[in-house]
């Protein structure tokens, strides 16, 4: 399975980015896709995960500003990022895999498939 990452910049406070994830068609039944995050210094962070059928799950520290979707015919997986801050500065990474559970009950940082990452910062 391969994933690759793309959309990454430096921005301003305030404003906003849309990040995607180009995969080799993961689709099995059960799957899920997410991001999830590392700053420097810091532990990895799931932030958005989403299952085959749409339903999705955010952590708080982005829910209302980031959105995650999928174009299921073009295999791509999308980060909405609006009102960005500093805190949200960090290597940004799209995951899959297929727990068989739904998105409230996974996190993308435990996922077996993983692409390289796209480097997001935010200054202020």
């Known amino acids: 399975v391969q994933l690759m990452e793309s959309g990454g910049d430096s921005v301003q406070a305030g404003e906003s980015l849309r990040l995607s994830c180009a995969h080799s068609?993961?689709?099995?039944?059960?799957?899920?896709l997410g991001w999830f995050r590392q700053a420097p210094g810091k532990k990895p962070e799931g932030i958005a995960t989403?299952?085959?059928?749409?339903?999705?799950f955010y952590t708080d520290s982005v829910k209302g500003r980031f959105s995650i979707s999928q174009d299921v015919a073009k295999n791509i997986l999308y980060l909405q990022m609006n009102s960005l801050n500093p805190d949200d500065t960090a290597m940004y990474y799209c995951?899959?895999?297929?727990?068989?559970?739904?998105?409230?009950?996974?996190?993308?940082?435990?996922?077996?498939?993983r692409g390289q990452g796209t480097q997001v910062n935010v200054s202020s």
């Open positions: 068609k993961y689709t099995y039944s059960g799957y899920c």
């Open positions: 989403i299952d085959e059928d749409g339903r999705t």
């Open positions: 995951g899959a895999d297929s727990p068989g559970l739904g998105p409230r009950s996974v996190n993308p940082v435990a996922f077996r498939y």
